[in-house]
């Protein structure tokens, strides 16, 4: 899913790229050498030099290509500044702290990180409401699709199968109706459909990921 962002983006700006996989169970050296301290996808490899962490990445992306395409991030400072308070609020309240320890664990731990997703989803709905004019995000379509756009749908783009995975609904139109028709919107724009893994893929994909942090977390 932090690839995804990174896809995203370069679609979004019209920058032709190699997608290189990775096995996250058996890491290239490749891998290990471009990102030594967190080992982790994606990184961009621009030149020959690499780039790690996803947000890190967009903001270079946006930056290297200022000309091309249209812009990821506002221009106006304090608008970049709103920008980048949710992208830190995506990244750590609504993956790391909650949707992804959600995903790896089981019985009342799950339960406790679900709630706390619960809460995080209402913060940004009503942050959300203040931060677009007239309390929704519209028009969406591939000519303005922007930075908050990208973790949007990197994070909840295949929310019907984190639902599937969690017995649960939620992305639910009735507590979040800005992030629902947020996410069905861009889930209809072609950029956005290009990068959104089949469900059938992604669905043993996320099993597997968790299976294996839970049979770590029990030895
Ligand atoms: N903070 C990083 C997180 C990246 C991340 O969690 N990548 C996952 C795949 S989505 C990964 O490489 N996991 C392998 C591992 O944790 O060993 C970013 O934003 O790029």
């Known amino acids: 899913m932090h690839s995804k962002r990174v896809e995203l983006a370069l679609k979004i700006k019209g920058i032709p790229y190699e997608h290189v996989e990775e096995d996250l169970l058996n890491k290239s050296t490749l891998l290990l050498q471009y990102n030594p301290v967190y080992k982790k996808v994606p990184v961009l490899v621009h030149n020959g030099k690499p780039v790690a962490e996803s947000l890190v990445i967009l903001e270079y992306i946006d930056e290297t290509w200022k000309s091309i395409g249209p812009p990821l991030l506002p221009e106006d400072p304090f608008n970049r500044a709103q920008v980048r308070f949710w992208m830190n609020f995506f990244q750590q309240q609504l993956f790391e702290d909650t949707l992804f320890y959600a995903t790896i664990t089981d019985g009342e731990a799950q339960e406790k990180h679900i709630k706390e997703l619960f809460e995080k989803l209402k913060l940004l709905e009503e942050g959300m409401k203040g931060y677009f004019p007239n309390g929704i995000r519209t ?9 908050l756009d990208i973790l949007v749908c990197a994070t909840f783009g295949s929310y019907k199968v984190q639902e599937e995975i969690l017995a649960k609904k939620i992305i639910d ?47």
């Open 139 to 147: 028009p969406v379509d591939s000519e303005n699709l922007r930075l």
């Open 173 to 219: 139109p009735e507590k979040y109706p800005l992030i629902f028709s947020w996410v069905t919107a861009l889930n209809e724009v072609a950029v956005v459909k290009e990068v959104n893994p089949p469900h059938e893929k992604l669905l043993p994909l996320l099993l597997s990921v968790r299976n294996h942090n839970l049979k770590s977390s029990a030895a």
